[in-house]
């Protein structure tokens, strides 16, 4: 079988699983499981075979004409090098992960097949946007997976916050897909195609690149949640965790991403776009690391991690370096699945998301022996120590931007370097502590034990150890990889790797000193005053937990006094946990205009239109009440009125002769 014949296999292996699920859901309830996870598996071996195949050398193109479109045609075109390669390995292996972890998170759920089957759609739609060769086709896969998005993360639609989560995740996305789609078609037009392979090729007819790769990235912002359209990707919490896993490690996050690495010499064209990419991912780096520091719920720390390693990833692109991003995509798709499905362990273990109640139970580690190593190794990976995959990933995208900053970049301009290392080098000290602040309130919490919920099921136990070896060992790698990155070099150097290094063990053991005084503080304020602990319940910041905090009988989770974040960021805390109030930025301008505009076109079409409208058939029905009183049926009337009218017509007629 050829390799163009097993990459098209690839994306229609899940599709088939999907459509074939959704069918049998009802009718045969046994084969949801297996259609599931057998499609999946079944590409992402398939899609190693094609990595093997592909082997980082040259790339390898097929195209059939889909349909005649007159002067730009869209073709049904592959195009597989060696990024594409391995990241469609990435996916088939998060998703294959995702769909045997789900069979045990999700085994009571009446609705799980219509959530496998969406699973599997999703991943054949990521899949379709790695391979493909032209962009209109491009554009189904990236289409579909905001559908997906929708449905999966709304799946608990009983409750309100997943109705609106799943319809922000959609109205964002939406929002930057519109000037995406421009900018698409003004790059086919200045190009004459939407086949990559011409579009690269044509790079220098392009008349405004500046505009064309703007519009673009407002779509890749949106998609890939980077500032200043990120606030949907924390809200998409309300979905399942293994939802959370693919979205943010393998799928619809990194399809920005991957988009730009496709078509960086297109953005390379304008000094300007490269660096307001630049800038778009310093602030989204730097901005979502302090809100990671601030959160409570244990699944919106890790969101908000994503949208700052994706800022790396933006970061690399903004300095030129394709090769630096989309490793440290492969690497962050490791670890963070990790993150994610770990956590779900975590929550289903502690029955509750929220972090400082997790620090007020003990014994959690002893409960989820599984969970808590690997989730180790993940955070470990997370905050860049050596010798653990993130440590390489991130070094390359600092690598990267030290070459651009020192002026030693063809492509970037050295304001666009500086920009990413130092707001890079920032983010570092940051990601490192509040992955350990993560670290040591879900896991050296004092108190009360832990609820005993049993073991966890060893379809979940065991994706996180699979999971865990790319994340502890991907990284070493690098040296080996450099054909599949375009023939740059991944390794890291001395003065990157002391700094980064440095930075980041600054941050964590900062925060674990933090940590022991806080705690020590706390216990002996609980000792001395116990009659402290109902005025914390009565913080404004209880609110939003408060039903939660309650429900478990502790106190206020948001509260409490042990959380190293709050000393750690100060007055920065209550911005911070609330995303530095973006959402109420964009009420003030946005949602609430429009609805007042809706209002006022209402108020317009009640009593202005409406009101026209009652007035005609008012006027006839008077026309007519007026005609059906003169309607008596006395002759004599009628004789009476005839002779009246014509006495009126004579008077009328000698007036006219007259005035005549």
């Known amino acids: 079988m050829t390799t163009t014949t097993l990459a098209v296999l690839v994306p229609l292996l899940p599709f088939l699983g999907a459509v074939a699920g959704l069918l049998l859901g009802r009718k045969a309830p046994g084969f949801v499981r297996p259609l599931a996870v057998l ?44 990024f594409a390669v391995l990241v469609a390995v990435l996916v088939g292996v998060v998703a294959s992960c995702v769909q045997i972890y789900s069979t045990a998170y999700l085994r009571d759920d009446p609705r799980y097949p219509s959530y496998a089957a969406l699973v599997s759609l999703f991943t054949s739609a990521m899949l379709l946007v790695v391979y493909s060769g032209d962009l209109m086709v491009l554009l189904v896969g990236w289409e579909i997976m905001g559908i997906c998005s929708y449905f999966l993360v709304g799946h608990y639609w009983e409750t309100p916050e997943a109705r609106a989560a799943s319809l922000k995740a959609f109205l964002v996305t939406k929002l930057g897909d519109v000037p995406f789609l421009f900018g698409l078609f003004a790059l086919a037009v200045d190009t004459g195609t939407f086949r990559i ?117 933006s970061g690399a692109l903004a300095v030129g370096d394709r090769g630096a991003a989309v490793f440290h995509l492969l690497a962050h798709g490791a670890f963070k699945a990790l993150l994610f499905l770990g956590a779900g362990v975590i929550i289903h273990a502690a029955g509750t998301n929220s972090l400082a109640a997790m620090s007020r139970m003990s014994g959690l580690t002893k409960r989820i022996p599984d969970a808590y190593w690997t989730m180790t190794v993940a955070l470990l990976a997370l905050a860049a120590i050596p010798p653990f995959a993130g440590f390489f990933s991130k070094e390359a995208v600092l690598v990267a931007a030290e070459h651009s900053a020192l002026g030693e970049s063809e492509i970037a301009p050295a304001a666009a370097g500086w920009a990413v290392l130092l707001a890079g080098l920032l983010t570092a000290l940051l990601t ?56 740059r070099p991944l390794e890291p150097t001395l003065t990157t790797a002391v ?149 009126v017509l004579a008077i009328a007629a000698v007036l006219v002769a007259a005035g005549a």
């Open 39 to 82: 499609p999946t598996l079944a590409a992402t071996v398939l899609a190693v075979l094609v990595a093997v195949r592909q082997g980082g050398g040259t790339p390898i193109t097929a195209a059939t004409r889909l349909t005649p479109t007159g002067s730009v045609p869209i073709d049904l075109a592959l195009y597989l090098d060696g």
């Open 499 to 647: 700094l980064g290094t440095g930075v980041a063990l600054v941050g964590g053991l900062v925060t674990y000193a933090t940590w022991r005084h806080t705690t020590a503080l706390a216990a002996r304020a609980r000792a001395g005053a116990p009659a402290a602990e109902p005025q914390l319940l009565a913080h404004p910041d209880a609110e939003p937990a408060l039903v939660e905090a309650e429900a478990l009988h502790m106190p206020h989770p948001v509260a409490d006094p042990a959380d190293p974040g709050r000393l750690l960021l100060g007055p920065l805390h209550r911005p911070a946990a609330a995303g530095f109030h973006l959402d109420a930025v964009y009420r003030a301008l946005f949602v609430r205009p429009v609805l007042a505009g809706a209002e006022l076109v209402r108020f317009l079409d009640r009593e202005v239109v409406d009101t026209y409208v009652r007035g005609a058939g008012t006027g006839t029905n008077w026309l007519g009440w007026l005609v059906r009183r003169a309607q008596t049926g006395n002759v004599q009337t009628y004789l009476s009125a005839l002779l009246a009218g014509s006495v």
């Open 197 to 313: 392979t011409g579009i690269l090729d044509n790079v220098a007819a392009i008349e405004h690149p500046t505009l064309v790769a703007l519009l673009l990235l407002a779509g890749v912002a949106g998609k890939s949640a980077q500032f200043p359209l990120h606030t949907w990707l924390p809200d998409a919490m309300a979905g399942p965790t293994p939802v959370s896993a693919l979205i943010h490690a393998a799928t619809m996050v990194a399809a920005g991403i991957y988009f730009i690495a496709r078509l960086l010499p297109v953005f390379a064209a304008s000094a300007a776009a490269l660096i307001v990419l630049a800038v778009m991912a310093a602030i989204t780096m730097v901005g979502s690391a302090l809100a990671a520091l601030a959160q409570d719920d244990i699944k919106r720390v890790l969101a908000y991690s994503t949208i700052g390693q994706l800022g790396y990833m």
């Open 432 to 487: 490192a502590a509040y992955a350990t602040r993560l670290w040591l309130l879900a896991f050296r919490g004092r108190g009360a034990e832990a609820p005993d919920h049993g073991r966890q099921p060893l379809a979940m136990n065991a994706v996180l150890w699979v999971l865990a070896v790319p994340s502890l060992g991907f990284g070493l790698t690098a040296a080996y990889l450099d054909d599949w990155f375009g023939g």
